[in-house]
């Protein structure tokens, strides 16, 4: 008996999922014959379809239905919840660690294969701002969405309770950082969202709220275009958020968020979503890499130069072949990576079948984004929308996206329910600490000295 060929998938985001899914089909003959097997290495039993996250902030959509179970969806894979520390491709060996072995305390163990798919995707692109590790929080996963919100309902509780003006002040000032997609989107649903809040309490009323959004470059949404860019400025602005272009956040320290324009806006809530950078791992390879840290890759989406190694999406520099122009990359976001999945799986059984390979081409049609419920803007095959025709479309298209039908059909009931019903406006940051009413019970009664004689 021979060992099968094993084709190691590291990451289960967009491409890791989509790249495995995909060679399921391709491959299944070799799959059932034994003769090839793909094991999938990722930190969490999940896919996050990033785009509704701001919806699941905002409670349009249950959280649970913002993720794509791997293994149900990848049910012929084999699914190692884990990280890759590093990956030595000339010895094609991966060193990884799992919960297993963090408990069995042995350290991490070594992975061979035969063919390497590298999709770990980005994280957070921070920068070295005074106070932003101990009190900002981030807006790419589900975890960080949720608590997001559960924060923001919260500080309207502090801020109906409080005598402190200052206090007020500060819990209902909310500062985000970056004008992109993720800044933009997350924004608007929450302060859509915290605005119908505002109508439950007696002494918050919605201009109370002060939302603010900082942007070091002179426009906001550059993927719709600078005319749709300039709408959703006045957009917003018509909401009473403060848009500052051309402006960085200096510090947040002592809680206190400082501009480089001189403003100084005290604060509880910063959120960080200014950009992302490949994940560490590809630095821990001996893969080429670009001088943004992505790995070099040719048209086919092989790793250039390299024999057996594959990326894409947020990971991979891959040549734009249908802009016409030298050196252009395609952009990393999810409409390249879930295209770029599909030619990858297919080029890989190509390559384990001795065909010849495809390039990926595929030309940008447009753009997308929410601005709150009812409000959007797009542009789309030179089209331009906004308003409630590009709310309507940014739902369509993302529905239309989200991996299989189960969560089609449940992300489709929510929004008809929420259509007919009354927004959700409970807070469940107990859920951050679920331990914690537990451990107060059984912390031993306090000491108050001896009790008095009777």
């Known amino acids: 008996m021979t060992e099968p060929a094993r084709i190691l998938v590291v990451g289960g985001g967009y491409v890791g999922m989509y790249t495995a899914l995909r060679l399921q089909r391709q491959l299944r003959t070799e799959l059932r014959a034994g003769t090839v097997e793909i094991v999938v290495v990722t930190p969490d ?32 894979c084999r699914i190692l919840i884990g990280e890759v520390g590093s990956i030595d491709h000339a010895k094609r060996t991966a060193s990884l660690s799992t919960l297993a072995t963090e408990e069995e305390g042995t350290g991490g163990i070594e992975l061979t294969y035969d063919e390497l798919v590298l999709a770990p995707g980005s994280v957070s692109r921070t920068l070295p701002v005074p ?11 589900v975890e960080e969405a949720i608590g997001l919100r559960n924060h923001v309902i919260e500080q309207m509780d502090i801020a109906s309770s409080t005598r402190d003006p200052a206090i007020r002040d500060a819990a209902l000032t909310f500062v985000f950082v970056g004008g ?88 509880r809530t910063v959120v960080w979503t200014a950009g992302v950078k490949p994940a560490p791992v590809l630095a821990a ?42 050196g252009k990359e395609c952009a990393p976001n999810a409409q390249h990576a879930v295209r770029q999945a599909k030619v990858l799986a297919e080029n890989i059984a190509a390559s384990l079948a001795g065909r010849p390979l495809t390039e990926y081409a595929h030309a940008y049609v447009g753009s997308v ?17 906004k308003g409630y025709p590009a709310w309507f479309m940014h739902r369509a298209y993302h529905l239309s996206r989200v991996p299989t039908f189960n969560r089609k059909a449940r992300v489709l009931a929510e929004w008809t329910l929420s259509g007919l019903f009354k927004r959700e406006i409970v807070s469940l ?26």
């Open 369 to 385: 984004a929410s601005l709150g419920l009812h409000k959007g803007v797009a542009h789309v095959y030179g089209r331009k929308l």
């Open 180 to 267: 992109g997609y993720a800044g933009v989107e997350a924004l608007g649903e929450l302060e859509d969202m915290a605005r119908y809040t505002a109508r439950y309490y007696h002494n918050v009323k919605p201009e109370d709220l002060r939302w603010v959004l900082v942007e070091a470059s002179d426009r906001i949404l550059p993927e719709v275009g600078e005319t749709m860019g300039k709408y959703a400025i006045r957009e917003l602005r018509g909401r009473n958020i403060d848009v500052r272009l051309e402006t960085r956040l200096e510090s947040c320290e002592d809680r206190v968020a400082v501009l480089s324009d001189g403003t100084r806006l005290p604060t």
């Open 429 to 454: 940051g107990s859920l951050e600490h679920p331990r914690a009413e537990f451990e107060l019970a059984a912390a031993p009664p306090p000491d108050h000295g001896d009790k008095p004689s009777s």
């Open 285 to 326: 390879t001996d893969l080429p890499l670009n001088e943004r840290g992505r790995l070099r890759c040719t048209a086919h989406l092989a790793v250039e130069g390299v024999e057996h190694a594959w990326a894409a999406g947020d990971a991979a520099a891959v040549p734009d072949v249908t802009s016409g122009e030298a």
């Open 45 to 76: 039993p999940y896919m996050t379809y990033q785009p509704f996250l701001p919806e699941a902030a905002a409670g349009s959509i249950s959280p649970r239905h913002v993720v794509v179970p791997l293994r149900r969806v990848l049910d012929r």
């Open 131 to 141: 106070g932003l590790a101990d009190h900002a929080i981030g807006f790419k996963t």
